[in-house]
């Protein structure tokens, strides 16, 4: 019998080594390397293999028959949304998230109303059944359809699935999970593979759909090789402050729906409250008479979500000004300076600039340059933009201020939310008609126009 040569894998990237290595040289982590053992080959490989025939399988595609309903409900419109409709039969979810973001409450809240109709089956390799149980009654869970499970084997979890036959099944978490056949430790690289490999399998033979925690890296990605995002068919990733009770929950992969949906919660005593209005919840405390804050609009998904941007422009007491920027891109703020210096004869050079975007939110499309652009204008010259206000728009490194897509679901989402004034690309102003709307719109073709109409008012 072949003896079997031991390997050193890096759990960051995947690069093997005949020997171990304090650095790795692919992806370049430190104390990556963990041993592992590569399966032996079967001698005579691919000849010593029988032929299998499997054309009585093969069907045409109009000959698939799908069931009307497909979907699982979760109780959680936020969590619907995200995942396109709820949870499809068959399939495997990753849910990520920060340590204490929320990911075990979220998915022990959807039991209670899972088990109302379906049957669920929570295993837990992180906590004993008492655990679960105490956090269960902190949250209100007292359904008589959840079941829970409490072990690491990840071949015997599978085995217990397919004998019980559950309606939907949750893992916390994967790190925790193992095989016997595997020699390496839980949460290896190789462990974590072949586990989400094993789980895949069993949803898609079952037609179970199984909901995975996954641990996060101090990268803030989800711990394991990559190839375990290309196995399941959605990802989520939970997101949040940990001293402000909103949380996002955010999609990056989604096989049976839209990739830009978001939800948004609350986090409470007694658990996650989902967010039906993010605008109100992120406009709330606007200050007043106060420079340097405007609101925009940005895309999430069909979701239209205001956010306040605030910006400091303050005299440097250092020899080199320092630029901060949380809630949007340093480096696209960066672009935004250079551009008001060059274009608008403004001058930072001796202030400290620091940005922020109230409430934990992130604005990352280029829709927030106008509003940034303003907010830096109105702090440079201490005058306030008006409360009323709102603004749009792509800025571009001529000055010019480019059009942006949804044009007509923002403008309604502002109106909705009581702004009368709405300043936005010019060319935006084409594809609408003004008298369908009660807000103001003004349009601008450079940032030096909007800089105007500002100072104007």
Partial sequence: MAK????????????????????????????????????????????????????????????????ADVRYKTGIGELDRVLGGGLV??????????????????????????????SVLYISGEESARQIKVRAQRLGVDTDGLYILTVTDAEAICDTISQTEPDVVIID????????????????LT????????FMHTA??????????????????????????????????????????CRILRTVKNRFGSTNEIGVFEMYDKGLEEVENPSQML??????????????????????????????????????????????????MAIIIAVLEKRAGLFFGALDVYLNVVGGFSVTETAGDLAVALCLYSSL???????????????GLGGEVRAVSNVVQRIKEAERMGFEICILPKTSLRTINKED?????????????????????
């Fill in 191 to 198: 462990q974590v593979r072949e586990c989400t490999n094993m």
């Fill in 204 to 245: 898609k033979s079952k037609e179970i759909p199984i909901i995975i925690v996954g641990h996060v890296n101090k990268d803030g990605n989800i711990a394991g090789p990559k190839v375990m995002e290309h196995i399941v068919d959605a990802v989520l990733y939970f997101e949040g402050e940990r001293n402000l009770t």
């Fill in 4 to 67: 079997s040569k031991v390997v050193f894998e890096c759990n960051q990237c995947g690069y093997q080594s005949a020997k171990w290595n304090g650095r790795c040289p692919d992806c370049g982590a430190w104390n990556s390397f963990e041993e592992s053992v590569p399966a032996v080959p079967v001698r005579g490989g691919a000849a010593a293999k029988k032929a299998v025939d499997l054309s009585d399988k093969i069907l045409e595609l109009a000959e698939i028959d799908v069931d």
């Fill in 283 to 332: 406009l709330s405390g606007r200050p007043e008479n106060v420079s340097g804050t405007c609101v925009t609009c940005t895309m999430e998904g069909l979701r239209p979500i205001l956010a306040e941007v605030q910006v400091l422009a303050t005299k440097s007491g250092f020899a080199s000004p320092r630029r901060m920027a949380k809630g949007y891109d340093f480096n696209r």
């Fill in 381 to 395: 010259l201490d005058k306030p933009i008006e409360s009323n206000v709102i603004a749009f728009g792509e800025v």
């Fill in 89 to 118: 039969k068959g399939s495997i979810v990753l849910l990520g998230g920060a340590p204490g973001i929320g990911k075990s409450t979220l998915l022990l809240q959807i039991c209670q109303y899972l088990g109302e109709n379906y």
């Fill in 173 to 188: 978490s994967i790190q925790t999970m193992c095989l016997q056949s595997v020699a390496s430790s839980p949460g290896s």
């Fill in 437 to 457: 709307y009660s807000i103001k719109l003004v349009g601008v073709s450079d940032v030096g126009e909007a800089f105007r109409e500002f100072k104007n008012r």
